[in-house]
C-alpha cells in the first residue's frame, strides 16, 4: 500500500522533500543532489524507474561545465570585485554627495545614483551594500538623516545590482530560460532604470513631506565649488561610463558575447586599478580567491540542480507542474499571481541562485506552453527574487549593512527602513505585469 502511494505521488514528495531540507538549513548543492540520488534509487526499487537512469547523469554534469554562458559569472564578479577594492565607490559617492549636497535629500539621491552606476560596473550586491554602508552611512546620520530611511535607501541600492547588467542573475535566468543573455540585459534594462526612478521619486516625496528626514548639507561640509567640483565630477565618472560602454555597449551593439564582455570589464577594472596605482598583490588575490568561491558556489549549486531535475523529470515531475500551475483561474494572470507570490515568499528563505537553479527550470515550460513571453517572465521574476535581499528578517543585504553599521543604527531601523523599498519593488512587479512592453520594448525585432 505504501509502495503504490509512493508511486501515485513521487513528484510532490520529492518537491516537498526538497522544499523540507532547504528550510531547515541543510546546504542547498547537496540538498538537491541528495534527492535526487534517493528518490532516484527509491524509484529504481519501485519499478518506477529505469536502472539506466543514472548513466545519464554524466552527460548532464558535464554540461554543466561546458556551459560557456556561465564564463560570464567569473568575469563579472572578478570586474566588479577588482572596481570596489580599488576605491571606485569612495570616489563616487564622495563627488556625487558633494555635487548633490545642496539640495533636501541630496545625500540619498547620490546613493541611489552610485548604487545604480556600481550595479552597472560591479553587478555584486554586496560590494555596493558594504562600501556604501561604510562611507555613506556615517555621513548621513552625522547631517541629521532619518536612521530608517538612510538604511533602507543604501540597503536598496545595493540591490540594484541584482537587475541593471551586467546583473549575475540575469545570466543565470537566461541560461535556466533557454534564452539569450543579450536579450535579457537588453529587456531588463528599462525596468531597471524605472525602478531607479521609483527610488529616486520616494525620496523626493520624503524631501517634501518629512524635510527634517533628509537634511542638505551645510555649507561648511560642501569642499568641492564650482569649476573644481565640475573637473573632480568628470575625472570621477568618465571612466567608469566608459568602462559601462565598453561592457554593455558592445553586448547590446552585437559586437561581443556576454562572456567576452565580461572579459573586456575585467581588463577594464585591472587597467583602471593601475592607472589609480591601487593594484597590488593583495588586492589582486583577495578578488581572484572571493570569485573563485562564488563561481565554485554557483556551479556546484546547478550540479546539484541537475541531479534533482534528472529524477523529478523522471517521474514526470514536470508534467505534475504543469497540471498544478497551468489549470488555475485566471489563465496565464492567474498564473503569473500565483507564481510571484509564491517567489515573493519562498525569497524570504532562499537567495536568488537557489531560486534561479529550482524552481525557473519548472515554471518555465509552463510559462512558455501559456503563451508567455520568457525574456519578459525572466525579468519578471528577476524584479520579484530583488526582494530576497530586502525581505526582513533575512534579506542579506540587510545582513551586509548590519555587518559595517554604526552601533547607533539598530537591526529594527534596518529592517524598518528596508520595508517602504520592498513596497516599491513589488509595485515594480505589478508595473510589468501591467505593462509588458516595458521589456518588450527594449530587445530587438
Not at 10 to 20: E, H, K, N, W
Not at 58 to 84: H, K, Q, W, Y
Not at 169 to 191: E, H
Not at 294 to 308: D, S
Request: proline letters at 6%; a neutral charge; aromatic letters at 12%.
Amino acid at each position: 500500500m505504501i509502495a503504490n502511494f509512493l508511486i501515485a505521488n513521487m513528484a510532490p514528495i520529492i518537491f516537498v522533500s526538497m522544499i523540507f531540507f532547504l528550510l531547515v538549513g541543510f546546504p542547498v548543492a547537496f540538498a538537491l543532489a541528495a534527492n535526487g540520488v534517493l528518490f532516484g534509487l527509491i524509484g529504481i526499487e519501485l519499478g518506477l524507474l529505469g536502472p539506466q537512469l543514472f548513466q545519464a547523469l554524466p552527460d548532464r554534469i558535464f554540461g554543466v561545465m561546458a556551459n560557456e554562458t556561465l564564463l560570464a559569472v567569473p568575469f563579472f564578479t572578478f570586474m566588479g570585485l577588482i572596481l570596489e577594492r580599488s576605491g571606485m565607490a569612495e570616489d563616487l559617492l564622495d563627488t556625487i554627495g558633494q555635487l548633490f549636497g545642496p539640495i533636501r535629500g541630496g545625500l540619498a539621491f547620490a546613493v541611489i545614483f552610485v548604487g545604480a552606476l556600481l550595479a552597472a560596473t560591479t553587478g555584486v550586491v554586496a560590494a555596493s551594500v558594504i562600501s556604501m554602508g561604510l562611507i555613506s552611512l556615517p555621513i548621513m546620520l552625522r547631517y541629521g538623516y532619518d536612521k530608517r530611511l538612510a538604511s533602507g535607501v543604501i540597503a536598496a541600492s545595493g540591490t540594484l545590482a541584482q537587475i541593471i547588467p551586467p546583473s549575475l542573475v540575469l545570466i543565470v535566468m537566461a541560461d535556466q530560460l533557454g534564452k539569450s543573455v543579450g536579450d535579457m540585459y537588453a529587456g531588463a534594462f528599462i525596468p531597471a532604470f524605472v525602478l531607479t526612478g521609483l527610488y529616486v521619486g520616494y525620496i523626493a516625496v520624503v524631501s517634501i513631506f518629512k524635510p527634517q528626514w533628509v537634511p542638505a548639507l551645510p555649507p561648511e561640509a560642501r569642499r568641492l565649488r564650482g569649476s573644481a567640483l565640475l573637473l573632480r565630477t568628470l575625472t570621477t565618472l568618465v571612466p567608469p561610463l566608459l568602462l559601462i560602454f565598453l561592457v554593455l555597449g558592445t553586448i547590446f551593439l552585437g559586437i561581443a558575447t556576454p562572456t567576452e564582455g565580461g572579459a573586456m570589464g575585467a581588463t577594464g577594472a585591472l587597467i583602471m586599478a593601475i592607472v589609480r596605482k591601487r593594484l597590488n598583490w593583495s588586492l589582486l588575490k583577495q578578488a581572484m580567491e572571493s570569485t573563485a568561491k562564488l563561481t565554485t558556489f554557483v556551479v556546484f549549486i546547478l550540479i546539484g540542480a541537475r541531479v534533482f531535475s534528472l529524477t523529478f523529470y523522471g517521474v514526470d515531475g514536470h508534467l505534475w507542474v504543469e497540471h498544478l500551475l497551468g489549470g488555475l483561474p485566471g489563465g496565464p494572470l492567474g498564473f503569473l499571481i500565483v507564481v510571484n507570490l509564491l517567489i515573493f515568499v519562498l525569497a524570504f528563505f532562499l537567495d536568488y541562485f537557489e531560486l534561479a537553479f529550482i524552481l525557473v527550470p519548472l515554471l518555465a515550460p509552463v510559462a512558455e506552453k501559456l503563451g508567455i513571453d520568457l525574456i519578459w517572465f525572466g525579468v519578471l521574476l528577476g524584479i520579484n527574487m530583488q526582494t530576497s535581499f530586502l525581505h526582513p528578517p533575512f534579506g542579506f543585504a540587510l545582513f551586509f549593512l548590519r555587518s559595517v553599521a554604526p552601533k547607533s543604527v539598530k537591526t529594527s531601523d534596518i529592517y524598518w527602513g528596508a520595508i517602504p523599498f520592498v513596497c516599491i519593488q513589488i509595485l515594480m512587479v505589478g508595473l510589468l505585469i501591467a505593462f509588458p512592453q516595458l521589456v518588450t520594448m527594449g530587445l530587438h525585432k
